[in-house]
């Protein structure tokens, strides 16, 4: 038989819902998308995480593989890479966490293309099971964990406008097995890919050269994620991010950027029976109508997902307006050297109520840039309060030129 414990912690340690939410009278109304290898849409780099998870139209820098890859296309600098790491949920564990790594390429010498890649490694720690038959000296204990690796190429496509496109390999590792039964857990594989637009540009407002961007990235179109050997399938977090960001001189070398995103998940929501009951129905055809649905959402396919996912809340239109989430943000940056950054992210109380303030702040030298980021909830109840994210980036640019000197 299959223990379906780590499947219990993947939820509690991804998804990270208010734990007040029957307590705020939404329990029965109460009905976020459901989706496997959620950890794909958990923000890597403290930058990001820390303008309250923005990143569509931002800046370009080398952590863009996760929120828009074609702004690698404008990046200022040849090359450049960076690690990452997130101790995640630490006021109820200590050994879930977030790593990343990410890096790209300028090619050529005309500066209007760019490779990049990354890898993510998430954790959640070390887990143990006792099996039935097996008592208390037949334990099982492994780190459950879930990964992705991918590899992008962006291009302008003129003076303003560029688009990317990522290939990602993603694997999860979640489930025990039953060695007294026989039965062998396996780990589940998909494949994806992102595509992305990037458009920016200066226009002058009195004196001031300002710049003002926008941009959107679909993520994560693929395959479904096959738990408990093909028994279980998963849509994957197929997402769509839309932002816009806008920056201003305050004086020489003052720089300030506001920025706006919203996010809706590409996946259908799962049936529920209540969705199906009526005072003038009967049950059994509640139950047979629920199934019938059920059974549907299950073997539907991702790209019919994606379309489905626009019309088929229980609630309509009003419904589906709940499912996107929005983030506010702001960046000041003196003399691209030092930086402080704060936002708010907005998830409707049904759709999984996650609220949380950010802050951040980082500090930039020719050849390294340290950033960190710090996340408030607005429930004192939410595992995510206090969440901790650490990024450290080189530039090659930087790196040459110091050797060049030496």
Sequence with gaps: MKIRLPFCLAAAAMLAVSTARADNGIKDDFNPVQTGVTSLNIAPDARGASMGDIGAATDPDVNSQFWNPSKYAFAYSKAAASISYTPWLRKLVNDIFLANVAGYYKLGSSDNQALSASLRYFSLGEVSQYTPAGGPDAAQTLNPYEMAVDLGYSRKLSEKYSMGV???YIYSDLGFSDSYAGD??????????DISGYYTT?????????QWSLGWDISNIGTKVSYNHGDNPAFLPTNLRLGTTFAFPLADYHTLALSLDLNKLLVPTRP???DFEADDKPEIDAEREFNEALEKWENMSPITGIFKSFTDAPGGMSEEFKEINWSLGAEYNYNQ????RAGYYYENAMKGNRNYFT????FSLN?????AAYMLATAQTSPLDQTLRFTLTFDM??????????
């Design 359 to 362: 802050v951040g702040a980082g």
């Design 397 to 406: 640019d930087g790196l040459r030129d110091l050797l060049g000197r030496r």
């Design 184 to 193: 062998q857990s396996t780990g589940a594989s998909a494949f994806a890919a």
């Design 367 to 371: 050849v390294v840039r340290i950033d």
């Design 166 to 168: 990522v290939f990602r």
């Design 202 to 210: 200066y226009p002058i407002i009195g004196r001031n050269e300002c």
């Design 337 to 340: 050297q030092f930086f402080f």
């Design 272 to 274: 529920r029976l209540k």
